[in-house]
T-cell receptor, first 112, second 112 residues
Framework: EAEVAQSPRYKITEKSQAVAFWCDPI?????LYWYRQILGQGPELLVQ????????DSQLPKDRFSAERLKGVDSTLKIQPAELGDSAMYLCASSLKGHEQFFGPGTRLTVL | RKEVEQDPGPFNVPEGATVAFNCTYS??????FFWYRQDCRKEPKLLMSVYSSGNEDGRFTAQLNRASQYISLLIRDSKLSDSATYLCVVNMGGPNFNKFYFGSGTKLNVKP
């Protein structure tokens, strides 16, 4: 069964350091999403790609977060510099246009 | 007002009980609806899509009420393994693009 891959699964960093997360969507899924989820809350969309183009990054803190999907396949989300409040689960999901999304296992980030 | 609202619970029920969750959404033009299940510190997994005519999958039944803008999930004969958080997801995009909104989740505890 096809799955969304993410790495690393866990990341511990100190504040002001840079961190990067990687996501490989299900093959053929043109839409890729990055979410942030804080314990006890639902996922919050950070950025959405359609192929290599960003279609929604309205909730992405652009002063410190960046995302790219250069070839329209895998994607990287970067935080620089990390802050204590960035500690959360970062989830990647993918979907076909107009269809339900499937999630990767997530990256749990702890900022000390 | 949030786009998708759920009762956070927790719902504490004995094994074998029937339990129902509701979820309301703000956009009457919403295209599609889903229930996801999320175990503690894991990624959300698709439980079922919600169709206008209602749909059933084993012990799980989902209903959509467009007039009142809510969806529901009914779980019959609860099992210990049903303990999880149930996320309501509404697609408020168009037929060719997705814009998913998540509720905060309803926590279910099934006890022996």
């Amino acid at each position: 069964e096809a799955e969304v891959a993410q790495s690393p699964r866990y990341k511990i960093t100190e504040k002001s350091q840079a961190v990067a997360f990687w996501c490989d969507p299900i093959s053929g899924h043109a839409t890729l999403y990055w979410y942030r989820q804080i314990l006890g809350q639902g996922p919050e969309l950070l950025v959405q790609f359609q192929d290599e183009s960003v279609v929604d990054d309205s909730q992405l803190p652009k002063d410190r977060f960046s995302a790219e999907r250069l070839k329209g396949v895998d994607s990287t989300l970067k935080i620089q510099p990390a802050e204590l409040g960035d500690s959360a689960m970062y989830l990647c999901a993918s979907s076909l246009k107009g269809h339900e999304q499937f999630f990767g296992p997530g990256t749990r980030l702890t900022v000390l | 007002r949030k786009e998708v609202e759920q009762d956070p619970g927790p719902f504490n029920v004995p094994e074998g009980a029937t339990v129902a969750f509701n979820c309301t959404y703000s956009n009457s033009a919403s295209q599609s609806f889903f229930w996801y299940r999320q175990d503690c510190r894991k990624e959300p997994k698709l439980l079922m899509s919600v169709y206008s005519s209602g749909n059933e999958d084993g012990r799980f039944t989902a209903q959509l009420n467009r007039a009142s803008q809510y969806i529901s999930l009914l779980i019959r004969d609860s099992k210990l393994s049903d303990s999880a958080t149930y996320l309501c997801v509404v697609n408020m995009g168009g037929p060719n693009f997705n814009k998913f909104y998540f509720g905060s989740g309803t926590k279910l505890n099934v006890k022996p």
